[in-house]
């Protein structure tokens, strides 16, 4: 499956912005797919994740209440809408994809879990 993000934008703290990713090759509904972020000089680091039915979701406490991951299988597509956005949001987020199960901690905060990546699309959070 290839993923594309798209949704790269400049915004002023306190703003939003919503962020896609569109799978082609493979249908996502088998699938978990999650949203990873790397700022500069930063190990690339897990936002979010949303299961293959998009029925469970798990975020990282630093986005939680801010971040709202969705999931459309009929659409082929996931996205993230960030509200509140902080300086600290500002990275290249990376969208993956899974076939593993996501339910322990550990596995679906690793990146090596998932088998497919995007390119990234550039956040940038001016204060």
């Known amino acids: 499956v290839q993923l594309v993000e798209s949704g790269e934008g400049l915004v002023q703290a306190g703003g939003s912005l919503r962020l896609s990713c569109a799978a082609s090759?493979?249908?996502?509904?088998?699938?978990?797919v999650a949203w990873f972020r790397q700022a500069p000089g930063k190990e690339r680091e897990f936002v979010v994740v949303i299961s293959a039915s998009g029925g469970t979701t798990f975020y990282t406490d630093s986005v939680k209440g801010r971040f709202t991951i969705s999931k459309d299988n009929a659409k082929n597509t996931v996205n993230l809408q960030i509200n509140s956005l902080k300086s600290e949001d500002t990275a290249v987020y990376y969208c993956?994809?899974?076939?593993?199960?996501?339910?322990?901690?550990?596995?679906?905060?690793?990146?090596?879990?998932?088998?497919?990546w995007g390119q990234g699309t550039l956040v940038t959070v001016s204060s």
């Open positions: 993956a994809a899974t076939t593993r199960s996501i339910l322990i901690k550990s596995v679906r905060q690793r990146p090596s879990t998932y088998e497919h």
């Open positions: 090759g493979r249908t996502f509904s088998s699938y978990g």
